[in-house]
């Protein structure tokens, strides 16, 4: 009867012990030299392991949900979850109500905060691989910007042929991360380095320069407080691209121009797309779009300044405007993707719509979902 | 009397309680963003804080010093440690009994970890400040060695005026890391890119490129077991420049070519620096030189292979010949730097020697280093 009312207070709290386990863990791909835990087994389990002989409760916390971790004789926790999604995830460990990374796995910065990441084997991990093949520099770019007074950096993908091709100029593909994540997400988890690398080896993608910056600007705040003014178009327009043309050897007009985001990135990316189509010639959102949240149906006449209004016009300026989205996201994203679709399919606005399988808000939707993009651009 | 034998137990297992607080603690500037632990004052003392609402006993563990730290009404940990030298430490958190890390700081590689660093400022932190001055590119170029049959990565820092000129070719500096650290250290915690940029505005040093390794090499592991041998020399020689060479406008010759490292670079670099002498004309040793853990009188017959036999030759080939250390460095170094120092002006070789005041075996230490010995180069 006790055994009972535990479990039930278990489910309630969230809290689950996984049972009935695969016996066929591996370190995770992303662990620190040398760490044998956290591992991964073929279900997609997450094993986490971790010494604390005087703690009372300890726990995996991943997906959220937390999992409890059981104290061996010589004081080592060790737990696993219930099975993961492919992919990449963030998680942390609770030690005794301490929220902590996880001292086995390098970090990553997302859900606003530098902590642990665990990687899933997928069968299409061979797009995001690291292989024998030539690698592009993945360069860091830090720069004073006048708009927000403060220190910015972006990172620059150039593709390995470029230092040997000293006359030759590039397109760009501005590419941004989403809420809660900054500029290292792409060129980290997000392996874009990786995809383009394997993508122009096979000849599948243009040779481009990929420029990843942090989507969050704001103005400098006033003495008057209150929330300063998000400035991340302003910054885009005035100071990346402009930068970005001096350093490097682009291709500096619209039709060698593409801009992508993902989530957050995707609504800020179709906004600066869609105000200025004198500098972006193709278009991508992954797993979002500008009508976010909202699912109902889009007013051509007034959403975004009735910039879908003309369909044609459309057409004729984005050579590819493209969509993606995971087949287990959940709301609001599918709602007002779906919503948003409607209204390109009234306007009658070409299209490219892609649904990367089993996957939910996360990682492994926007690596497909690059890989899939950067073979259309600049063709 | 229980407590004179807390005391006792606590000063013999080396945990100290920080008394007589100095209250003007500031944010890390090594935080992580809008973090507001861990804080450091104006004596250097580390203050963190951490919510672990369950935990029994929590402690800073800092500079081979574990600090306890107290709980208050919210579950809430607090403690601080005793004044910290000037500069970067690497350190961590234990609660109950798992040692984690800071939730609150950047990560950094060191201490054969990915772990919390926190930066007490210093009077001359303006050679490595982030300013409003052309900054450079810090690029990372992953690359396979067939030695070691491996992927493998480094850092390489252009200079601001590298991308305006195409035609110019610049000299270049390999700078290693230390033991238990990695290709991250130099452009991480070391700041090496700050610098140089610092350096080159002020006309100070001229425009060079510096590429950081990683010193861990090995050959690939045979059946047969034990242990692998180290090829970082063969890898430097054989993959490494000539990579660089290829990629970037190097000048390729040994007048526009040089090497240092610290500590366990330091000893490796002056081996490939003597045993290379038609590759390198300039060696920079911090904290460290090829007799290292020896403090006995070095026989030049013997040592690396008679290459400081005959001064003269050395005196003709090396341009600068280098070494620096901090007053506060612990045995063996002092000894093993001053015997070597001891050798060098038997022989009659010119050398500049550096010491950084006040620092020990640490980063600060390092940034020195670099930021003096780069002024002298390629002169």
């Known amino acids: 009867m006790k055994n009972i009312f535990l479990i039930a207070a278990l489910f309630i709290s969230g809290i689950c012990v996984a049972q ?28 986490a392991q971790i010494s604390a002989p005087e703690a009372n409760n300890v726990r995996l916390d991943i997906g959220g949900v937390k999992y409890e971790m059981v104290k061996d004789e010589n004081g080592v926790w060790t737990g696993e979850s219930e099975p993961q999604d492919v992919g990449f995830h963030y998680y942390q460990l609770n030690v005794d109500g301490a929220s902590v990374p996880d ?55 150039t593709p390995a042929e470029y230092a040997e091709n000293p006359e030759k100029r590039y397109p760009v593909l501005y590419l941004q991360h989403g809420s809660f994540e900054d500029e290292t997400g792409w060129p980290g988890q ?13 000849n599948k993608a243009v040779p481009m320069i990929i ?20 400035v991340f178009e302003e910054v885009m327009l005035n100071e990346i691209i402009p930068m970005i043309d001096k350093r490097f050897r682009t291709i500096a007009d619209r039709e060698h121009r593409a801009i992508a985001g993902l989530s957050m990135g995707a609504n800020q990316t179709m906004r600066i797309c869609m105000n200025n189509l004198d500098k972006f010639a193709y278009y991508g959102g992954f797993s979002g779009t500008s009508n976010y949240p909202s699912s109902d149906e889009i007013n051509v006449e007034t959403f975004l300044n009735g910039a879908f209004k003309n369909g044609k016009s459309v057409n004729d300026q984005i050579k590819v405007f493209w969509l993606g989205l995971g087949t287990k996201e959940p709301e609001p994203f599918p709602g007002s993707v779906g919503a948003f679709r409607n209204m390109l399919e009234k306007q009658g606005i070409d299209y490219v719509y892609y649904e990367s399988p089993e996957t ?12 899939q993009y950067a073979q259309l651009l600049f063709k």
């Open 360 to 371: 939910a808000h996360e990682w492994q939707t926007w690596r497909r979902s690059l890989h």
């Open 190 to 202: 997000g392996h874009a380095n990786r995809i383009l690398d394997n993508l122009i080896t096979a």
């Open 103 to 157: 001292p086995g796995t390098k970090y990553f910065y997302g859900a606003g905060r530098w902590g642990s990441g665990i990687e899933i084997p997928a069968d299409d991990s061979n797009i995001y691989a690291l292989k024998d093949v030539p690698h592009g520099l993945v360069s860091e770019q830090t720069y004073f910007s006048e708009i927000t007074q403060s220190f910015r950096r972006c990172f620059v993908y």
């Open 211 to 230: 420029v990843m910056d942090n989507g969050y600007a704001y103005k400098p705040q006033t003495s008057g407080g209150g929330r300063p003014a998000m």
């Open 20 to 47: 009935d386990v695969v016996e066929d863990f591996q370190p995770s791909s992303v662990n620190q030299p040398g760490k044998q835990y956290p591992q991964v087994n073929s279900e997609g389990r997450v094993r």
